[in-house]
């Protein structure tokens, strides 16, 4: 499950791919989709300030990728990993809203035990869960 929120930690993007598939192969992708409304008039919004994500989005072509499209970028690099950046607390602290969300998601008994085997059903069951967050 990948999933992209927006900062009061509502859902924009679930994506769903097989598990042993690597997170980093859905990042561009989630930066793609989703829109947020702008205040008043206008277009809604695709591009984020910031992209927080977890460990297994790290990859130089995913910072690469995320920079080109003019957001900056807190994801925690890995230990395998040269390059250390510098640490911004505050951004790094809104890494967990992310996991908030899932948190509250899996009060859903359905979610939380994966009852739903098929894929397209499971994903039905994310995005009804997704609705009641907005609602």
């Given amino acids: 499950m990948h ?11 679930i994506l769903l791919t097989p598990g042993q598939q690597h997170e980093t192969t859905q990042f561009t992708a989630l930066l793609d989709q989703g829109a947020v409304k702008r205040r008043g008039r206008g277009r809604p919004k695709l591009r984020a300030q910031r992209v927080v994500g977890d460990k297994g989005y790290s990859s130089r072509a995913n910072r690469v990728a995320a920079r080109r499209r003019g957001m900056r970028v ?8 040269r390059h250390r950046g510098r640490f911004d607390r505050a951004a790094y602290r809104q890494r967990n809203q992310i996991e908030r969300f899932v948190n509250r998601s899996k009060h859903c008994r359905r979610l939380a035990t994966r009852y739903e085997k ?13 609705i009641q967050m907005w609602l």
Avoid: Q, S
């Fill in 3 to 13: 999933l992209r929120i927006e900062g009061a930690g509502k859902p924009l993007t």
């Fill in 74 to 81: 807190t994801i925690p690099r890995k230990a395998n990993e």
């Fill in 118 to 130: 098929c894929g397209e059903n499971y994903r039905a069951m994310w995005v009804i869960a997704a």
